[in-house]
């Protein structure tokens, strides 16, 4: 298995600042995923971060307001950029060693 | 576009009946499936996974079943118990990519 860790567990945040969510494996892994979590809603992939190339983002989702960092194997960073009340979710990330990904706790982040 | 639809009303049933999701999808073709179960707060907690050529999966109380072509999975809590009172979801997964369907609230009554 994989235990991953991620912090902040959850903050409030003014609109227009920014959020940088960290994650952290016990293991190295090849891709890191980060899933988006809206309120009553399932979760949706924002974007696939491998170590030493740039991150992979779906439709929908786009650097410049979701960057992302991936230094080596085991950790991972997401910023949410120039928040807005709609950014206000649960962000999770997850690995995938063995065909059955796991997920850290999750941020909750609530922006005002 | 695809398209992942879970049973739309959540599931009460009694403790010791078999509860049984409802997986179905559309305009995909996934490599296999899983169904995760996600408590309240909490991320998602990987329970089986049954792949494009497999037609059943059991893991202690719970069955997955996969018929690609109906493109429906049903997953099956037998002898449900109070603690298996959670939101289940389901996950396509192509590139290890996974795409979720919203969910099914499940509540066992003592």
């Known amino acids: 298995s994989a235990v991953i860790s991620q912090k902040p567990s959850r903050d409030i945040c003014q609109r227009g600042t920014s959020l940088t969510i960290q994650c952290q494996v016990d293991?190295?892994?090849?891709?890191m995923f980060w899933y988006r979590q809206q309120p009553g809603q399932s979760l949706t992939l924002i974007a696939t971060?491998?170590?030493?190339?740039?991150?992979?983002?779906e439709s929908g989702f786009v650097i410049d307001k979701f960057p992302i960092s991936r230094p080596n194997l085991t950790f991972s960073t997401l910023t949410v950029s120039n928040m807005s009340p709609e950014d206000s979710s649960i962000y999770l990330c997850?690995?995938?060693?063995?065909?059955?990904?796991?997920f850290g706790p999750g941020t909750r982040l609530t922006v005002l | 576009s695809q398209k992942i639809e879970q049973n739309s009303e959540a599931l009460n049933i009694q403790e010791g009946k078999t509860a049984t999701l409802t997986c179905n999808y559309t305009?995909?073709?996934?490599?296999?499936l899983q169904w995760y179960r996600q408590d309240p707060g909490r991320g998602p907690v990987f329970l089986l996974l049954?792949?494009?050529?497999?037609k059943e999966k059991r893991k202690e109380r719970l069955k997955v079943t996969f018929d690609t072509t109906l493109k429906q999975s049903l997953f099956h809590i037998t002898a449900s118990q109070p603690a298996d009172s959670a939101t289940y979801l389901c996950?396509?997964?192509?590139?290890?990519?996974?795409?979720f369907g919203a969910g099914t609230t499940v509540t066992v009554r003592a």
């Open positions: 997850s690995v995938d060693p063995y065909n059955e990904q796991f």
């Open positions: 293991s190295q892994v090849t891709m």
């Open positions: 971060a491998n170590q030493g190339s740039e991150a992979t983002y």
């Open positions: 305009n995909y073709s996934p490599a296999y």
């Open positions: 049954i792949r494009e050529n497999e």
């Open positions: 996950a396509l997964v192509r590139d290890y990519k996974l795409s």
